[in-house]
Each structure stands twice: as C-alpha cells, then as structure tokens.
C-alpha cells in the first residue's frame, strides 16, 4: 500500500526558518508534490520534485531522498501569510495524487 | 495560465434536493478532471477521475449514483450531488490536468462550499 506521513502542527516565529517533513512509502515513485493551502481554499502548487536533491524557489525550498522514502519543504523568512496548511501527495501508478493528511503551520509574531 | 474556475464558490440547500457544482478550466483543454471532498481538518479525499467523454472511475466508498459527474467537453465537467443530506455537507474540490506535463500536474479550482440544511 501506500502511506505519506508529516506532522500535523508546527509553529514558528515570524522571520524564522521552518522545515516540514514528509515520509512516504509507495510502490514505484512518479515524484513528490508540495502543495500550500490556506483555510476554506484550493490547494496551490509549490513544488514537484522527481530527483534527488534541493529546489530552491525564493523562499521555498524542497528536498527529495528516494532512498530513504523522505522530503521536506524549508520556508525561509517566515511571513504571517505563510500561516497555512502544506500537503505532501505523491502520484500512484495512475497519477492520482495520493495526499498527505497536512500540516498545519502557525506563525507568530 | 491554466486556471480552473468552480461555480459556485458556495451553496446552501435543504436536505433531499439536488445541486450541482461546476468546474470549467479557463484557458487550457482538461483531458483529465478529478473531484475531491475535504472535511474540517482533513486532508483531500478523491471521489472520483473523469475523463472527457467518458464515464467517470470513482473510488472506493464513493456512491455513483450520488454523485453524478459528467465531464462533456474539455472544458467543463459537473458533480450533481443528488438527495443531499447534512453529512454531505463539505468542502468540494476540483482539479484538473492538460496531460502535458511529465508528471501530469493537476490545476485546482478554488473549491465549493456546500452545505445541506
């Protein structure tokens, strides 16, 4: 079967760096997704990573082990509009997003 | 570009009547449309793919003949949420692919609020 696991809360201080983890167990890999969602919205893309390594996006940025089944998503110089939810999904064989439950970030002053 | 408009953002219905959500993409042909629910505090559950003119895979757990989804153009594709009761009442969420990309990058509408009194 297939599992993606990330914590459900964290928090941070605004300006401060946060790393979101996210460990998945698939059967095959077609790449991992990183989306941001913000309460009662659509999910929106951040990143797709399909090679191992570090994306660098501005102040986001995503990293893949295949190896060890592990990414996560680094935000930098937090802001109060990155209070929201960040889903980790992963394709199956029929590229349907298998979808992390999600978590919660909270940013404060 | 690639943008997926839903209409409506929100409706509110009584308790055994029918409503139906829209999900267009703008700018772009949809060969593939996917419908999500999202509860309060959880994560995307997909109800179902469809794929232009034909009938659409739901998942397990799914009732099709409650959630009806038509997908009829490249453009549009509908779910009819038929007798609704309260506990349909969710957050729902389209999205959409062009196909174009290796990883086949899903493009989301910006979700129904639904709720049956």
């Known amino acids: 079967g297939q599992n993606i696991d990330q914590p459900t809360e964290m928090t941070a201080t605004e300006g401060a760096i946060v790393q979101i983890n996210c460990t998945y167990q698939t059967s095959g890999f077609n790449g991992l997704f990183w989306y941001q969602q913000h309460a009662g919205e659509a999910p929106t893309f951040l990143s797709y990573n399909v090679l191992d390594g570090l994306e660098e996006k501005g102040r986001f940025s995503s990293f893949l082990s295949r190896s060890k089944g592990y990414s996560y998503l680094l935000l930098k110089e937090l802001q109060m509009k990155d209070s929201a939810s960040y889903l980790c999904a992963v394709p199956d064989s029929n590229y349907q997003l298998i979808w992390g439950a999600g978590t919660k970030l909270i940013i404060k002053p | 570009g690639a943008v997926v408009s839903q209409h409506p953002s929100w409706v509110i219905c009584k308790s055994g009547t029918s409503v139906k959500i829209e999900c267009r993409s703008l700018d772009f042909q949809a060969t593939t449309m996917f419908w999500y629910r999202q509860f309060p505090k959880q994560s995307l559950m997909l109800m179902a793919t469809?794929?232009?003119?034909?009938?659409?895979?739901?998942e397990q757990g799914v009732e099709k003949d409650k959630f009806l989804i038509n997908h009829a153009s490249l453009t549009l594709s509908t779910l009819t949420v038929t007798s609704a009761h309260p506990e349909d009442s969710s957050f729902y969420i389209c999205?959409?692919?062009?196909?174009?990309?290796?990883?086949?990058?899903?493009?989301f509408g910006p979700g129904t609020r639904l709720t049956v009194l």
């Open positions: 999205s959409a692919s062009d196909g174009l990309t290796s990883y086949n990058e899903q493009f």
């Open positions: 469809s794929n232009e003119g034909s009938k659409a895979t739901y």
